[in-house]
T-cell receptor
Framework: AQSVAQPEDQVNVAEGNPLTVKCTYS??????LFWYVQYPNRGLQFLLK??????LVKGSYGFEAEFNKSQTSFHLKKPSALVSDSALYFC????????????FGRGTSLIVHP | EAQVTQNPRYLITVTGKKLTVTCSQN?????MSWYRQDPGLGLRQIYY???????DKGDVPEGYKVSRKEKRNFPLILESPSPNQTSLYFC????????????FGPGTRLTVL
């Protein structure tokens, strides 16, 4: 079985400060990890993914994420938050080896204050 | 423009009245799937399809049906909706391969009275 945990329902950060949205996972075999963002009344949009290689992955809108195999984590980060980054963020995992059923976390609401 | 479309966007219905939510993608993707999003539960996969005429159950398939007669379309059918199927539904598509990201539709908010 595979699972994803996003331990924080909500993250608050001031504009201009760095932000981190946490994600830990559990999966047998090699993980394929994804971050998606959902703006109000919209579908999910892909931000970035880790497949293999460099542990630091860069994605859209200045976001990046660091894959840490020993801690089974894939935290989303951004050096300087914008008010427009306020949204719901989802971490997801798929298992290498052919499982087509991804597991999503419950989502973290990011609120960036002006 | 590459996109996934869903219709209707909003639907209020009554228990037991059959309904279909349509999903279409214009990216020639092999893989399509349906999710429901509920507060505190994140997204859960209902059904997925790896290609035309190939469908399989996700984590929460009970009460739903799907079909994949054409590559671009993947309708979700609720034969006898019940109030516990009140939810926000998303269709998604991607190229084949578990390492590919998914493209999501705008969502369908369904209320079953």
């Amino acid at each position: 079985a595979q699972s994803v945990a996003q331990p924080e329902d909500q993250v608050n950060v001031a504009e201009g400060n760095p932000l981190t949205v946490k994600c830990t996972y559990s999966v047998s075999g090699n993980p394929y990890l994804f971050w998606y963002v959902q703006y109000p009344n919209r579908g999910l949009q892909f931000l970035l993914k880790y497949i293999t290689g460099d542990n630091l992955v860069k994605g859209s809108y200045g976001f990046e994420a660091e894959f840490n195999k020993s801690q089974t984590s894939f935290h989303l980060k951004k050096p300087s938050a914008l008010v427009s980054d306020s949204a719901l963020y989802f971490c997801a995992v798929r298992r290498g080896g052919g499982s087509y059923i991804p597991t999503f976390g419950r989502g973290t609401s990011l609120i960036v204050h002006p | 423009e590459a996109q996934v479309t869903q219709n209707p966007r909003y639907l209020i219905t009554v228990t037991g009245k059959k309904l279909t939510v349509t999903c279409s993608q214009n990216m020639n993707h092999e893989y399509m799937s349906w999710y429901r999003q509920d507060p505190g539960l994140g997204l859960r996969q209902i059904y997925y399809s790896m290609n035309v005429e190939v469908t399989d159950k996700g984590d929460v398939p009970e009460g739903y049906k799907v079909s994949r007669k054409e590559k671009r379309n993947f309708p979700l059918i609720l034969e006898s909706p019940s109030p516990n199927q009140t939810s926000l539904y998303f269709c998604a598509s991607s190229s084949s391969g578990v390492y590919n990201e998914q493209f999501f539709g705008p969502g369908t908010r369904l209320t079953v009275l």
